[in-house]
């Protein structure tokens, strides 16, 4: 039997990397395993968001990694993010799911849209993580068909706005400082009518809550409703042009997804070093049930997926980084890594047998958090749907 380095070998992504990337991998891996895995059963059993993490997500540079160097980033390419944000998920996908939101929604859709006051303001507090954002788009009543959201802005004789409406299931709604938000200048306009506004959350009007009945996964995030109640915003705090909502969130939720399906490639990573390490030191019928082909079978399944995902999200990285349009290639990548990911999970749960079942084991947490990611930033279905548009329209 080889030893358990020759086995980090086959799940690792460094032989597929060149010098650079490969010591990039490590030094973010090494950041996760002091910063952030001693923290990830504990902030799941007590359901807390930790701001240490963000504190130390901001120190190591990797809040503002995606975001160019001229900006005070640190100038990631497309393949770094998702090398950087496959280390965060296997570590703990709160932290990843919390850089998606900081970094990738709320950062660089003011990077690519806010004006200079804006950006000004907010780009290296939010980088350095001495300010938490927050990305509004969910309603009740909207979800996949995000043109369909019902928040209203309304415009006043003096060119501010007075936004009223409902959002939920917001990440880091609860303790956020800034709020990108979307809505709608003119109901009858349809997707052409949203517009993003960046608002701060402590003046009056908003009103935020716990997300109720959330307790599948994500468990150390925080999850809010939002209630806008005629609070009023400078047309100055419009992100971008009037109108230009749709376009922009849809252009954020799209550059989101190689955070997701890295993340997933982690867990999915992650399902498979706990699982192998489970499978050769449980013993029945006198040997590790490694050993058993059945046992095999199922690893050697787990392996091969994720090495095909990887395989996508590196390759639509790769893609992103030429300069290549990638809407579909993203939709691949979080499509097949997520679901992929899933049934990684899956597996762990089952082969570790009834303790597969309780939290003295990471498999249930990584099935549980796993799930989040075939939902947010568009289901698997709808990623189905865009790839299949670009086939049959
Ligand atoms: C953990 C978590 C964190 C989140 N964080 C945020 C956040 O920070 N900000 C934010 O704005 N939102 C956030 N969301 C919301 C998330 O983006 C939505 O849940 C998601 O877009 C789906 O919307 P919905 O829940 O309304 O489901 P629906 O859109 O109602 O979908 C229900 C089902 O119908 C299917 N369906 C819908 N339309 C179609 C179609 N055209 N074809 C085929 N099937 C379809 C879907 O695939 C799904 O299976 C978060 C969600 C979760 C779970």
Redesign the pocket.
């Known amino acids: 039997m080889s030893d358990a380095n020759d086995h980090e070998q086959l799940y690792l992504p460094d032989s597929d990397l060149d010098d650079a990337n490969r010591e990039f991998a490590q030094a973010i891996r090494s950041f996760a395993a002091e910063k952030l895995a001693p923290f990830a059963r504990e902030i799941d059993e007590q359901r807390t968001f930790r701001r240490e993490m963000v504190d130390d997500l901001g120190r190591a540079g990797i809040l503002g990694g995606p975001l160019p160097a001229e900006v005070g980033g640190g100038g990631w390419t497309p393949l770094q993010l998702a090398i950087a944000h496959e280390e965060l998920g296997a570590a703990c996908s709160n932290a990843r799911?919390f850089c998606a939101?900081q970094t990738g929604?709320v950062a660089q859709c003011l990077h690519h849209n806010g004006d200079e006051s804006q950006r000004d303001r907010w780009l290296r507090p939010l980088m350095r993580g001495e300010a938490i954002g927050?990305?509004?788009?969910?309603e009740p009543e909207?979800?996949?068909?995000v043109a369909s959201l019902q928040t209203r802005a309304e415009r006043q004789p003096d060119g501010s706005y007075r936004i009223s409406g409902t959002?939920?299931?917001?990440?880091?709604?609860g303790v956020a400082d800034v709020l990108l938000v979307f809505a709608t200048v003119d109901p009858n306009l349809g997707a052409k009518g949203l517009t993003g506004f960046l608002l701060t959350t402590d003046r009056e009007g908003v009103q935020r809550t716990p997300m109720p009945g959330?307790d599948l996964?994500?468990r150390g995030?925080d999850?809010a409703v939002i209630e806008l109640r005629n609070v009023s915003a400078e047309a100055s705090e419009v992100v971008g042009d009037v109108g230009a909502g749709f376009r922009i969130a849809m252009n954020g939720l799209a550059a989101g997804r190689l955070s997701v399906a890295a993340g997933a490639v982690g867990i999915h990573r992650r399902a498979i070093a706990e699982t192998t390490a489970f499978a050769r030191s449980r013993r029945q019928f006198g040997k590790p049930i490694s050993r058993f082909q059945m046992v095999q079978e199922r690893l050697a399944d787990m392996l091969t997926a994720l090495h095909a995902s990887r395989s996508l999200v590196h390759r639509c990285a790769r893609r992103r980084e030429a300069g290549a349009e990638t809407h579909a290639d993203l939709a691949m990548a979080k499509l097949y890594s997520t679901e992929a990911a899933a049934a990684a999970a899956d597996q762990a749960v089952m082969l570790h047998g009834g303790r597969g079942y309780t939290s003295a084991y990471p498999a249930e947490r990584l099935w549980r958090d796993v799930?989040?990611l075939r939902?947010?930033?568009?289901?698997?279905?709808?990623q189905?749907?865009i790839i299949g548009r670009m086939l049959g329209d």
Do not use: P, R
């Open positions: 799911g939101v929604l927050a990305f509004g788009l969910t909207a979800g996949s068909d959002k939920h299931w917001i990440t880091n709604g959330v996964g994500h995030s999850h799930q989040a939902i947010y930033e568009g289901t698997s279905m709808i189905k749907s």
